[in-house]
Each structure stands twice: as structure tokens, then as C-alpha cells.
């Protein structure tokens, strides 16, 4: 057989799923584990090969009778098989009649991880993020072991529809949180015929390219949080979160100790979950006076990051700042609180790592499959103005606002009593207008912190 048969004959062989034991001895009893392998860098065939690190967790009822569910999840660089743990046990009800798929994407977990020790370590947490000189010893680190251009959103959305071929699917339905919402779309727009329902949650468009937007949606969800402050009347009269924050950004470049931005930035994050947004203006308050213990105590890691940043790199450097206007991203960013810190780490870092093609990112979405999107209201990161836009675009979507939501729901109540069910109920019945949403308007949020 001649070289360039091999090669053809590799390229056509279906994808195949290889069961191995789970590491997890109490996801086994409800679950099967394994890989599926395919190539790093699809035009090479014969190259470098990837396994896909795979848990997929059976029906409950102990039969199948509507289509698995793909759980993707965000980041960019979460492995989404952490996951599992949560339809073993609270999340069993997603799972009564179906499988639940799970494929650390490429880059993360357990598929070939593409870690950097020294962007992820604890000791970073409050020094300016992706330092040159770091991400260039991890580029060079991790060449050795992938090629850095082929960990994109095409290259998972591929593997995705490898995994579905290789376990035997026909339509399948999709559940996608915030970038995870970008690789379903891509999905969807690339095999507008594979899937039957979409639940998406976050949602991040191709079009956002992150980080672009980060700091005009944080100032809007910012503005949301301290109208809610001044309404209720302990924080409203304990505190000032507009006056706080610019006081204490002034009094720590006044310092020169903790940078401004980073503090800024970690204020950012704190407002992606209620259950930490709410300690937002307290903070501020301390901050303001001087004492950063409590932000130190909210923020502080209590481990390595879970995000894999070489993957993170991979993908943002290749699909948001090789490709957005970031003049006009930048002077957006600077008429905020947050500044544009992180455009200018970001794109110092990305001139260090390797740009693959992001192909037809930013085509367009066509697919009758049935679409729920669910926002927060105080998203700080993916607002629900983008899924109002997309919405139209879709003709079987509908977007719902969760109102005291950020851009995850921990910390709220009526989870298991009102969003779970309402999502369950969509992805039995594969339409949006199947679920009432007035529930989703009673899930509070915690008080707001007013001491230690």
C-alpha cells in the first residue's frame, strides 16, 4: 500500500470511542469512561493525535429515549468532565431519560491540557496577569507537545461531531455556558442539522471576542448593582459604591502597592456570581478607608486556577484579538472604571503565542433547531443585550432574564426549585415556549454583606 493510500484510508476511518475505567469510583456506577482519538492538526492526518478525555452518564430510568445532551463549558479552558459530579447527584433529573455527554475540549482536562504553571500559580493572583515573559516560556514549553494554531473553536466544534459519530448518535441536543455558547453556535452553524434543542446560557457570539466588551458590560452591571445597593436600605445607607471604588482605586496608586487594575479587575470577577457580587459594596467601603483584608479574604485563590491558560491563549489570541477593531475596543474600555487592562495584557500576550485561523468565526448562524437562551440581568461579562440580538436571528429561539442573575446563578435561591426544573422541562420537550419563566423572577439573591 502506497504512502498516500495510508494516508486516505486514515483519514476516512470513523472516529472510535475506546471505554476505560472512570477515575472516579462513585461516577463508574452511572457512567462510562474512555477516549476518543483524533488528529491535532486535521489536514495532517498521519500527525499528531489528540484522545479526547470523555465521561458520559447514563439515563437514570436506565433507558434512552430522548437524544444525549453535550455539556460544553466555558472559559475559555474549563474541562467541562468536573461536571459529572453534579449529574450524579443534584443533577440527576437532567439525565432521568437521556445520556449526559461530557468531552474535556481540546487543550483542557484530561485532552491534552495545555497548563502554564506560572500563570496559573496562586502567587500571581494579585500581580498584573500574563506577563510576557511567562507566556513565552510556556509557548515554548508546550511545543513539545501540541501545535499551539490548532486549539480553536473549529477544531472543538470537529471533535465534538467526532465524539457524536463515534458513540453513534443521530441528533443530538446541546447545553452550552458562556464559551461554551460560542462552540454550540459554531456547532449549530456548521451542522445546522445534527441538533435537536439548544440550551444556552451566558451567551457569548462569535462576535464578542472577548475581551473586547469586558469592561463596557462590567460598568453596566456595575451601575445595576449599586442602584441595587442604594434601594435597599442597609447597604443604601451603609454605603456608596460609585464613590467607593474610584476612592479606592485612587488611594492604591496614591500607595503603589496593589495595581489599581488588578483590584479593578478582581472586582470584575466578583460580579459574575450573586453569592460574591452582594459583598461588592462593603468591600469597596473597607478598600475605600484603606483596609483591603476583606477584599484579600474574597478574592484570594484557594488553589491553582482551573483554567487551562495555554488553551485560553490559544483560542483568544487567534479569535478576538487577532480579529477585532481593538482601537475602538480599547477607547470603549478607557471611558470605564476598568480601564483597559485587560486588552493591553492581552494583547501584550497574544504577540508572543502562535495565531492559528479562526476560519468562518464570524459567519452566520442558520439552524431550525430549538433555542433557549438564559441571561442574568447583572452579567458583568456576556450582558443579555447579545442574546436579545441573536434571538432574532434564530426562528425557534426564545431569551429568558433571570433579574437578580449574574453570569452564573450560584448564590441564588429557587435553583433546584425553579431553574432547574424550568430548564429539565425544555430539554424533554425540545421548545421554548413549553416553560414558564415566571418563577425566574422570585430567585433572590443573598443580602447584602454590611460587616465582617
Not at 133 to 148: E, F, G, H, N, T
Not at 280 to 286: A, E, H, M, T, V
Not at 298 to 327: H, Q
Not at 339 to 345: Q, S, T, W
Request: aromatic share 6%; glycine share 8%; hydrophobic share 45%.
Amino acid at each position: 500500500m502506497s504512502l498516500l493510500a495510508l494516508v486516505a484510508m486514515v483519514a476516512a476511518a470513523p472516529p472510535l470511542f475506546v471505554e476505560k475505567p472512570c477515575s472516579d469510583p462513585a461516577i463508574a456506577a452511572v457512567a462510562r469512561c474512555g477516549t476518543v482519538e483524533v488528529p491535532e492538526n486535521r489536514a495532517r492526518p498521519m500527525g499528531r493525535r489528540i484522545a479526547l478525555n470523555l465521561v458520559i452518564l447514563k439515563p437514570a430510568s436506565g433507558k434512552a429515549d430522548l437524544p444525549p445532551v453535550f455539556d460544553i463549558d466555558g472559559g475559555p479552558g474549563l474541562a467541562v468532565t468536573k461536571n459529572a459530579g453534579f449529574y450524579a447527584t443534584d443533577g440527576i433529573a437532567y439525565r432521568a431519560r437521556r445520556e449526559i455527554v461530557m468531552i474535556d475540549q481540546r487543550g483542557t482536562g484530561g485532552s491534552n491540557r495545555l497548563s502554564c504553571p506560572e500563570l496559573e500559580a496562586p502567587e500571581g493572583a494579585y500581580r498584573p496577569m500574563m506577563p510576557v515573559d511567562a507566556v513565552k516560556r510556556c509557548r515554548d514549553s508546550l511545543r513539545s507537545k501540541a501545535d499551539l494554531r490548532h486549539y480553536l473553536t473549529a477544531d472543538a466544534v470537529a471533535d465534538l461531531e467526532a465524539v457524536r459519530i463515534a458513540l453513534g448518535y443521530g441528533k443530538i441536543d446541546l447545553a452550552g455556558l458562556s464559551y461554551g455558547t460560542t462552540v454550540a453556535l459554531r456547532y449549530m452553524a456548521t451542522y445546522p442539522d445534527q441538533v435537536r434543542a439548544a440550551l444556552l446560557m451566558g451567551v457569548s457570539p462569535p462576535t464578542a471576542m472577548p475581551p473586547a466588551l469586558h469592561a463596557p458590560a462590567a460598568e453596566g452591571a456595575f451601575g445595576l448593582l449599586a442602584a441595587q445597593c442604594k434601594a435597599e436600605a442597609a447597604c443604601g445607607k451603609a454605603f456608596d459604591p460609585v464613590r467607593d471604588f474610584d476612592a479606592a482605586k485612587a488611594g492604591l496608586k496614591a500607595k503603589g502597592e496593589l495595581p489599581p487594575e488588578v483590584f479593578a479587575e478582581k472586582i470584575r470577577s466578583m460580579m459574575y456570581q450573586p453569592a460574591t457580587a452582594r459583598k461588592i459594596p462593603w468591600i469597596l467601603s473597607r478598600a475605600a478607608a484603606g483596609d483591603l483584608t476583606p477584599f484579600t479574604e474574597a478574592t484570594k485563590p484557594s488553589g491553582p486556577s482551573p483554567f487551562a491558560d495555554g488553551m485560553f491563549l490559544s483560542v483568544t489570541c487567534s479569535e478576538a484579538l487577532a480579529l477585532m477593531d481593538y482601537d475602538s475596543a480599547a477607547r470603549a474600555a478607557r471611558r470605564t472604571r476598568f480601564g483597559d487592562y485587560r486588552l493591553v495584557r492581552q494583547r501584550a500576550a497574544c504577540a508572543a503565542w502562535p495565531v492559528g485561523d479562526a476560519g468562518k468565526f464570524l459567519g452566520p448562524i442558520k439552524t431550525s433547531a430549538a433555542v433557549l437562551m438564559v441571561s442574568g440581568q447583572l452579567d458583568p461579562v456576556t450582558p443579555p443585550a447579545w442574546a436579545d440580538i441573536l434571538v432574532q436571528s434564530l426562528p425557534r429561539a426564545r431569551h429568558l432574564v433571570i433579574p437578580a442573575s449574574g453570569h452564573v446563578f450560584d448564590g441564588l435561591s429557587g435553583i433546584d426549585t425553579c431553574l432547574d426544573p424550568l430548564l429539565v422541562k425544555f430539554l424533554e420537550t425540545g421548545d421554548p415556549t413549553a416553560v414558564d419563566p415566571a418563577c425566574l423572577a422570585t430567585m433572590q439573591p443573598p443580602a447584602f454583606a454590611t460587616a465582617r
